[in-house]
């Protein structure tokens, strides 16, 4: 399950834009992945959930996913306060 790997580098990703921004707590986190990246979604979100909680920065964060066309996985927004 690559999922759970690339879930630990989008949370390492979000601390780092936090810590850059001053934030305190990740909201919300829109990503993109791509149809034909092999990501299986389920897995993937089911690891953001699981791995979330390990942070105050990001254990009430929300993940929306959307399906685009092509082999990428994207980070596309982050709402923090």
Same mark, same amino acid.
């Given at each position: 399950?690559?999922?759970?790997?690339? =879930?630990?580098?989008? *949370?390492?990703?979000?601390?780092?834009? $936090?810590?850059?921004? !001053? $934030?305190? %707590?990740? *909201?919300?986190? %829109?990503?993109?992945? !791509?149809?034909?990246?092999?990501?299986?979604?389920?897995?993937?979100?089911?690891?953001?959930? $699981?791995?979330? /909680?390990?942070?105050?920065? /990001?254990? %009430?964060?929300? *993940?929306?996913?959307?399906?685009?066309? !092509?082999?990428? *996985?994207?980070?596309?927004? =982050?709402?923090?306060?």
């Amino acid at each position: 399950m690559h999922e759970l790997s690339l =879930v630990q580098g989008l *949370l390492g990703q979000l601390e780092s834009l $936090a810590s850059q921004h !001053g $934030a305190s %707590r990740i *909201l919300e986190v %829109r990503v993109s992945i !791509g149809e034909d990246s092999c990501i299986v979604e389920d897995s993937f979100r089911f690891g953001f959930d $699981a791995i979330k /909680t390990e942070s105050s920065l /990001t254990e %009430r964060a929300e *993940l929306q996913i959307q399906k685009v066309p !092509g082999s990428d *996985l994207m980070l596309m927004q =982050v709402e923090m306060e």
